[in-house]
């Protein structure tokens, strides 16, 4: 049970360059998010999607795009990077245990990104 | 505006010592609020989830507590060890915001041995 992964580890980009982060999750959630985390600012939902097939904007979503691919995965992808998106991005999934009302996000590793 | 805050950034106790990090809202109407570990260049852990209903949880030396009506929580760390040494951030689950977190920019706490 890998819980929640992603890939890269580390990019290095020039400005304008696009990519996409993958993250997947094998614990069978429904919802799952992006977050990113910069210095003095915490973390930050970027987008998020409640099920598969649906997405909807969090804090801040200029810049990029998302796509809830099928339940297991969910990808991030900054169509023309800029020097303001250097940050570490963290790919979460919830769990909703029924009957107990508890109610945890698992975290991946993040990716660490710079653009130049 | 929905904001959570954490006070202080950062905290240095020596080892042993019994220590509490706070963590404040500006909103009541909280659907729950959680405690998360990061370790450096790691992903965040979770610690401990009180729903609305709840005045605290515990998990073995972890204990917190959340004051709806003061718009604060508290982790209380009994008997801090080196292994401690982490980022602790709270997140708060808004009753209006569906699933969605709003982050503190967490305290950063070192346990001296």
């Known amino acids: 049970n890998a819980g929640v992964t992603q890939t890269p580890k580390f990019q290095v980009l020039k400005t304008g360059q696009s990519m996409t982060l993958q993250c997947a999750q094998d614990m069978n959630h429904n919802s799952m998010y992006w977050y990113r985390q910069d210095p003095g600012m915490g973390l930050r939902l970027i987008y998020y999607?409640?099920?598969?097939?649906?997405?909807d904007k969090g804090e801040v979503p200029n810049g990029y795009n998302v796509s809830r691919l099928n339940k297991r995965e969910f990808s991030l992808r900054l169509e023309s990077a800029a020097p303001s998106q250097t940050s570490v991005y963290f790919c979460?999934?919830?769990?909703?245990?029924?009957?107990?009302?508890?109610?945890?996000?698992?975290f991946g590793p993040g990716t660490r990104l710079t653009v130049l | 505006k929905q904001e959570v805050t954490q006070i202080p950034a950062a905290l240095s106790v020596p080892e042993g010592e019994n220590l509490v990090l706070n963590c404040s809202f500006t909103d009541s109407a909280i659907y729950n609020l959680q405690w998360f570990r990061q370790d450096p260049g790691k992903g965040l852990t979770s610690l401990l989830l009180?729903?609305?209903?709840?005045r605290e949880q515990t998990s073995g030396r972890l204990n917190a507590s959340l004051d709806k009506s003061s718009g604060r929580s508290t982790l209380y760390i009994a008997a801090s060890q080196p292994g401690d040494s982490a980022t602790y951030l709270c997140a708060v689950r808004w009753e209006t915001s569906g699933s969605r977190l709003t982050f503190g920019e967490g305290t950063q706490l070192t346990v001296n041995p």
């Open positions: 009180i729903q609305s209903s709840q």
């Open positions: 999607s409640a099920s598969e097939g649906t997405t």
């Open positions: 979460a999934s919830r769990s909703r245990t029924s009957g107990v009302r508890t109610d945890t996000q698992y």
